[in-house]
């Protein structure tokens, strides 16, 4: 059974960091693509960074210069780190997992809400 669990989401001042973990399971760990997403009310989820299995990574330019996506191979763990918030940042995180062979593999977290104000 496939398991992607989210933590470290809160509510935090503008200006604050948070950092967020994605724990998985009942995945090899490192032959998958991981992504956060976010969605925040009312808008459609949207990617906010990626690390292929080379950890070639990519972000979103509004979060460019202020979050960092990293991996631990070895603990199955998908991280975010967060500085310099803003309340547009405010929404729930998801955790994606992705592979393409030999078949397509699509796997989401629960979400946690991440909540900045003003």
Request: aromatic share 12%; glycine share 10%; with cysteine.
């Amino acid at each position: 059974q496939v398991r992607l669990v989210e933590s470290g989401g809160g509510l935090v001042q503008a200006g604050g960091s948070l950092s967020l973990s994605c724990a998985a399971s009942g995945i090899t760990f490192s032959t998958y693509a991981m992504g956060w997403y976010r969605q925040a009310p009312g808008k459609q989820r949207e990617l906010v960074a990626s690390s292929t299995t080379w950890d070639i990574t990519n972000y979103a330019d509004s979060v460019k210069g202020r979050f960092t996506i990293s991996k631990d191979n070895a603990k199955n763990t998908l991280y975010l780190q967060m500085n310099s918030l803003k309340p547009e940042d405010t929404g729930v995180y998801y955790c994606n997992a992705k592979r393409a062979w030999p078949r397509k593999y699509d796997y989401w977290g629960q979400g946690t809400q991440v909540t900045v104000s003003s």
